[in-house]
T-cell receptor
């Protein structure tokens, strides 16, 4: 089955800096890669996603890049703000029949004022 | 739309008791899922369903059972609760097919403590 590795496990930045979270996946046929943000005590919520036919996608301060050859994808947050502090999960969905979403172990992002 | 609704929000069980966590969605999604999240940890898939009448095991199914009699509802049953089942349980749903996937929508979670 699919295996998703996520790094780093913890990331501390100063307000205004950029943050990058990286993930690798094992199933070369995976075709859908969402990113979720989970604030303390809350449910995971989708912040951005990318499909395998696209190399990059942006939404205001958030961007995701996908390198299918290397089987890795990354989340980029620019001009970080304290409210960006949360746990971020990457995920990958394989294309082998009725597969499910496999999540990375998460990255705790701490943005200091 | 209410999205994915989970009940109860909190529950304390004694060892050996049983309970059912309820989950319902009003988005007409075909896929539904149950995840558990231990403190400071990631999401582990317990069971999932690709449609009414079809369920399958995830990564950590032991000690749990599910059923999917309707598109809307996907209850999770805990039999003989154990302290290791203390966790936050999230139900989720998505519209997915053989070659198409959409984002998972999560409920607000049920915080379960077994003592």
């Amino acid at each position: 089955g699919e295996n998703v590795e996520q790094h780093p496990s913890t990331l501390s930045v100063q307000e205004g800096d950029s943050a990058v979270i990286k993930c690798t996946y094992s199933d070369s046929a995976s075709n859908y890669f969402p990113w979720y943000k989970q604030e303390l005590g809350k449910r995971p919520q989708l912040i951005i996603d990318i499909r395998s036919n696209v190399g990059e996608k942006k939404d205001q301060r958030i961007a995701v890049t996908l390198n299918k050859t290397a089987k890795h994808f990354s989340l980029h947050i620019t001009e970080t703000q304290p409210e960006d502090s949360a746990v971020y999960f990457c995920a990958a969905w394989g294309s082998s029949g009725y597969s499910t979403l496999t999540f990375g172990k998460g990255t705790m992002l701490l943005v200091s004022p | 739309n209410a999205g994915v609704t989970q009940t109860p929000k909190f529950r304390i069980l004694k060892i050996g008791q049983s309970m059912t966590l309820q989950c319902t969605q009003d988005m007409n999604h075909n896929y539904m899922y149950w995840y558990r999240q231990d403190p400071g940890m990631g999401l582990k898939l317990i069971y999932y369903s690709v449609g009414a009448g079809i369920t399958d095991k995830g990564e950590v199914p032991n000690g749990y059972n599910v059923s999917r009699s309707t598109t809307e509802d996907f209850p999770l049953r805990l039999e003989l609760a154990a302290p290791s089942q203390t966790s936050v349980y999230f139900c989720a749903s998505s519209y997915s097919g053989y070659d198409y996937n959409s984002p998972l929508h999560f409920g607000n979670g049920t915080r379960l403590t077994v003592t």
